[in-house]
């Protein structure tokens, strides 16, 4: 069935609409001037060390990656399934994911030791062997299969948007899978796992389509433009908490499998009962980002209410927050077993659990992505034709 | 400039930035010779640390590669820069023993680098002869080889070094990565690694270097003598650097 569905772009002269603008330019702006003192004197200024080389930006950019999923979901949903009522957010959610991809982009370029020769030597030398070599072709390959896409739904071009939506898809799961085995394909011990590719699909679907839920409620709230319940409930209680036990599935088996296995069982249970990130885990992860807004979801009372679906949707953002921090940091701090039997008494660099802690540059930098995706967003809602007029239900058959 | 502009603009720029990018993935397979050194062909340096040779807290070897290197020592564990390094083990298990002892962990120069295989920009890459080396002018500092190299032997300049004791060899700039290279620039020479030397100046000769691919020098007869063991090789990273009495 054919919906007319009208789009037009933002007003966006109001004061609270020029604050967010200012509010958010001055983040950027932070950001900037923090990653310049940052690689002036040097990466020192991060939390990160010889051991921990990697920290707060790289978790940040597969965050990102990952959230950039939402239009995975919502052009899977139009574009594929042919479900029409979902045409209202196709627009906005590919514009949200091709700036989700910059901004991922964006965090590990601005982590980079020599900025200055990553617009030259990647390109000139690229390794065809290196998760970091394909990563960004995936990644700008990916942006540019949505901006194709975008112009086809602008156009209203109906071939063309079926066949990019599909596109968009197929390559979504490219782009989600290539960034888990930026971790997997390393010999380390926790990050060692063929699940970890999978279980970041998982995840990136679980927090894609809870920020489309937050993009469209709050969108329609800010603008006083129609939104159907039913749409946010049905992404919420029949696609959402799918999405959670998935996750929830795959991270039972990745943690059960390491704990099991005798070569595996030290570094499992460092995992799961080792330190800090163990209580991220079992409390942020596990408890506040899966199985809470899973049960909401799945109870008929607060599953079928907008306000508890929301309330889900932030929780399971916030724990796959954590879960991507959970990626990176862990499987660093825990030392390589060198020497079987034997523990290291005494050395002269960290050889034992390490510990990372964010410094407030660190902080700024991820501010300062945070505010160029909200900027480009906002601005875009008012050059752009992305928002719909109303996003209404079909009437039940 | 309206919508559509905008559109048509970002395309072409995302399309020309995309397909640059994903060329040179493609075709760098065939980009094999690059890095070939004639010189070096047909040799396959290695190392063996006789620990009972090595002398309880004697640093030669350390202060050795320091020196020679410009290894950056900044006083503070987090950034320090060890090329090589020594640690203190003990049995987890006290029915095995208590006996502590000292080891030198370094760069073991693995046949199958995963450093090199994870360089985005091919900066780590292994020579003809076998030694992982880091191209400081093409190390974009992504850091990844730090993150691939299970025997965490390789560091990244956090800071800037203001020391240069050896002015023959560079000094690097911060926001780079490095590991042991066998001393290439001294193996070039004719000569041997500094830390070697230091280890025989000082009269402990623990530390073999040599060619691997001759059977008749010392390094390959004791790296095959039945006695040699080399770190975590059930990794499969097939390391070049092999270690007597651990």
Redesign the interface.
Known sequence: MAMDVQFSKIEGRSFPYYLTVAVLASFVLAGFVATLIM?E????LSG????V??GLQISMAIFYIGLSAGSLVVSGLYGVFGKMEYKPFARIAAYLAMLFLIAGLLS?FT????ID??FT??????????????N??LY??H??IC??Y??AL?KEKGTLTKITSLVVVLWAIGTHTGTGA??A????EL?NSSLLPPSFVAAALSSGAALMILVIVSLSRATGRHLDNELVIWLGRRLLSIFLLVTLYVLLIENAHRVYVAAEHEAGMFFLFGGTHSFFFWVGLITVGCVIPAVLLFIKRTGTSLRWTVFASILVVVGVLFERYLIVIPG?IHP????????????????GVASYTVSYLEILQTLGVLGFIGFAFVVGLK???LAPNEARALPAA | MDRRDFLRKTGTALAGASGALSLPVLTSCADETVHADSVLEGKRWGMVIDLTRCRDGCTACMDACRKTNNVAFHDDARWDVHWIRKATIKPKDESVGHEEKSVLLMCNHCDNPPCAQVCPVQATYKREDGIVVVDHHRCIGCRYCMIACPYNARFFNFKHNPDWPNKEYPQRSHGVVESCNFCAHLLDQGKRPACVEACESVGAGALIFGNLNDRNSEVSRLATGGFAKRIRDDWGTKPKVYYIGL
């Not at chain 1, 990160?48 to 051991?51: A, C, I, L, P």
């Not at chain 1, 030597?121 to 394909?134: C, L, Q, R, V």
């Not at chain 1, 394909?185 to 380390?188: E, K, L, S, Y």
């Open positions: 690689h004197h040097g990466l020192y990160m060390t010889n051991r080389p990697w590990i982590d980079q030791g020599r020769r990553v030597k990647p390109f000139t030398y690229a390794n065809a062997t290196s998760m970091f070599s394909i960004p072709a700008s390959g942006i540019m901006v194709l975008l112009w602008f930026i971790f394909f390393v010999p380390r990050y660093l390589p077993e060198l020497f079987p039997g034997w523990e290291i008494v005494d050395a002269v660099f960290l050889e050059v752009m034709p």
